[in-house]
């Protein structure tokens, strides 16, 4: 399967970020958002993260290089169809790979490691205790 090259015109990118905001916004809230709309465009704007829109999906995902030289492609955000988004990662992480990363990454529920492409490892696991108020107050 071919690379598959997240979407980088800034025109066609804005428009196609409008279109999929709602499944990449139900995907925030599933834990707790940790980014507003325009928060999310200004990091896929300036290349930070990276953006694949599908017909009924998208992706957004990041690389991080961790201090011994191990370079992560992260899968940060996946909303819509499910068996859509599955064609997309295999190109995506072909993508990754062109750009020296060494492992793929995703937090989520577990179910996540059973039905992507490819022989998942279940690893840690995040917990999340509000401190104060809950996630609903951050959701606006």
Same mark, same amino acid.
Request: net charge neutral.
């Given at each position: 399967? +071919?690379?598959?090259?997240?979407?980088?015109?800034?025109?066609? *990118?804005?428009? !196609?970020?409008?279109?999929?905001?709602?499944?990449?916004? +139900?995907?925030?809230?599933?834990?707790?958002?940790?980014?507003?709309?325009? !928060?999310?465009? *200004?990091?896929?704007?300036?290349?930070?993260? =990276? =953006?694949?829109?599908?017909? %009924?999906?998208?992706?957004?995902?990041?690389?991080?290089?961790?201090?011994?030289?191990?370079?992560?492609?992260?899968?940060?955000? !996946?909303?819509?169809?499910?068996?859509?988004?599955?064609?997309?990662?295999?190109?995506? +992480?072909?993508?990754?790979?062109?750009?020296?990363?060494?492992?793929?990454?995703?937090?989520?529920?577990?179910?996540?490691?059973?039905?992507?492409?490819?022989?998942? +490892?279940?690893? %840690?696991?995040?917990?999340?205790?509000?401190?104060?108020?809950?996630?609903?107050?951050?959701?606006?």
């Amino acid at each position: 399967m +071919e690379r598959l090259d997240p979407i980088s015109d800034l025109t066609d *990118m804005r428009a !196609q970020f409008e279109r999929c905001w709602p499944w990449l916004w +139900e995907s925030l809230c599933e834990y707790g958002p940790t980014h507003n709309k325009e !928060q999310l465009w *200004m990091r896929l704007s300036r290349s930070w993260s =990276f =953006f694949w829109p599908g017909k %009924t999906c998208a992706i957004v995902g990041e690389i991080v290089n961790w201090p011994i030289g191990l370079r992560d492609f992260n899968y940060w955000l !996946q909303g819509g169809d499910l068996p859509e988004l599955k064609t997309l990662h295999h190109g995506i +992480e072909e993508w990754a790979i062109g750009r020296g990363c060494h492992r793929a990454t995703g937090y989520g529920r577990d179910g996540w490691a059973d039905v992507m492409h490819g022989p998942w +490892e279940k690893g %840690t696991r995040r917990r999340v205790k509000w401190l104060v108020g809950d996630r609903h107050a951050w959701a606006a």
